[in-house]
């Protein structure tokens, strides 16, 4: 069986090991265009490009690969079945009825809920007890086409988007390489989405990763664990932006103004909010490294009483 793969992140390479590591002929790789990262803005490449570089496997990185030479690279592939995950672009009806076997997504949700491109971050940030990996059929619709394979796993308390993303890539690269076996024994069974069902997850914004207001305790963690630890919560000290981590829901409701920091303590400091509080372990001011608010304290970058919040 000839697998074209499509996907970007770190989150996706592991599942391209998964194909290069079974009975399958990997003819190529597409990922989106290196990107300038650092202060020196040099060009890097994406994880899923050193992985296929590693294994001497073709990489081809259009703007497009729905029409022009990126199709065209594709078409003389002639790829069986073509495997997505984070790849970054929509497919067009051109390529999705390029593939015999079609084209297949695997996604970090239980579909038809959390359609879209930041779907582990949006759960978190909702406050969701459980998500899963949803491998389906690719359509011309956003994340909507009918379900070969899905399984659940819990989100724990403690869980953000570092563990919580490395738990989903573990489960979803299992799941590809059932899947796969499934499909080379013709043993997919797809089952439509229940359409009416179907919530979105949109691209992440700037916007997004700012607390304004430190209203509802548990709001305010869920945002902070949805973005730890990248790119992290940003939040307003006096004319500095720093960053938030390590979050937990404070059991005790203490005395103090919404976003003050009431405490702070060798394991975490407290910051009251308007309705409960919040325990935040890890704090970055600009251009330093991640430390405790303990350290931060005996820094002098932080005190008891220091009011957190607003633009």
Partial sequence: MKVVFMGTPEFA??????????????V??????????????????????LV???????????????KGEGFEILNSLS????????YGKLL??????????????????????YRGAAPIQRALEAGELKTGITIFKI??????????????IEILPEDNFGTLSDKLCQLGCEMLKEFMFDLSNEKVVLIPQNHELATYAPKISKEDTIITDFDDAQRVYNKIRAYDPVPG?????????????GALPESR???????????????????????????????????KKRISPWQARAGRLIEEGLILGGR
Wanted: glycine content about 10%.
């Fill in 13 to 26: 390479a592991e599942h391209l090991k998964v194909l290069l590591k079974g009975p399958w002929d990997v």
């Fill in 28 to 49: 190529g790789v597409f990922s989106q265009p290196d990107k300038a990262k650092g202060r020196g803005r040099k060009l890097s490449p994406t994880p899923v490009k």
């Fill in 52 to 66: 296929a570089y590693d294994n001497k496997i073709p990489v081809f990185q259009p703007k497009s690969v729905n």
């Fill in 79 to 86: 790829p069986d079945v073509i495997i997505t995950v984070a």
């Fill in 92 to 113: 067009k009806k051109s390529v999705i009825e390029l593939p015999p076997l079609g084209c297949y997504n695997v996604h970090a949700s239980l579909l038809p809920k």
């Fill in 139 to 152: 359509d011309e619709g956003m994340d909507s086409g009918p379900i070969a394979m899905a399984k659940e």
């Fill in 233 to 245: 919560i940003s939040v307003r000290l006096g004319a500095k932006m720093i960053k938030l981590y």
């Fill in 253 to 287: 409701e203490p005395e103090g103004k919404p976003g003050e920091i009431v405490s702070i303590g060798k394991k975490h400091m407290i910051v009251r909010c308007r309705k409960g509080a919040v325990r935040i372990s890890g704090v970055q001011f600009p251009g």
